[in-house]
């Protein structure tokens, strides 16, 4: 049996339309770049040392995405200086080198005021750098 041209072009068009809602409706996941993550750490821990960035860094190499780092959307972040940037573009070099986590495999983290509001007490957690907790 031969379908009719017009059926095939109407099913043409309905698999196009379905390809296109499937792409717009589940895209491609983003995977963060080395950007994105010293983003997130100029975000999170700006007013922060090295070592404090570094250990935001290790935190988020643990996590392995930045869903849920509210750093990564700080509207103070276009306001850093480029000295606070170049920090944590190092510190995020440097936690991909270290052999030791100094977070011990945490992957959350927060100032003390922070754990209050996700009920975490500072008996829970795994370490300290600077003002964070992490857990």
Same mark, same amino acid.
């Given at each position: ?21 499937? &792409? =717009?409706? $589940?895209? #491609?996941?983003?995977?963060? %770049? ?7 750490? =100029? ?5 922060? !040392?090295? *070592?404090?960035?570094?250990? =935001? ?7 392995? &995405?930045?869903?849920? =780092?509210?750093?990564? &959307? /700080? ?8 000295? %606070?940037?170049?920090? /944590?573009?190092?510190?995020? #070099?440097? !936690? *991909? ?7 011990? @495999? /945490?992957?959350?983290? @927060?100032?003390?005021?922070?754990? #209050?509001?996700? *009920?975490? &007490?500072? #008996?829970? %957690? ?5 003002? $964070?907790?992490?857990?």
């Amino acid at each position: 049996m031969k379908i009719p041209w017009t059926e095939r072009i109407l099913w043409i068009i309905g698999f196009c339309f379905l390809f296109f809602i499937i &792409n =717009v409706v $589940f895209p #491609e996941p983003h995977h963060p %770049t080395d950007k994105d993550y010293a983003q997130a750490i =100029v975000g999170e821990a700006s007013n922060q !040392s090295v *070592g404090t960035m570094i250990c =935001v860094a290790h935190a988020l190499r643990n996590r392995g &995405n930045l869903r849920g =780092v509210n750093g990564y &959307n /700080a509207p103070h972040i276009k306001n850093e200086s480029k000295l %606070t940037w170049r920090k /944590a573009e190092i510190a995020w #070099e440097l !936690s *991909g080198k270290e052999k030791e986590d100094p977070v011990h @495999g /945490a992957s959350n983290f @927060g100032t003390f005021d922070d754990l #209050e509001d996700v *009920g975490v &007490n500072t #008996e829970d %957690t795994i370490a300290q750098c600077g003002d $964070f907790y992490f857990y």
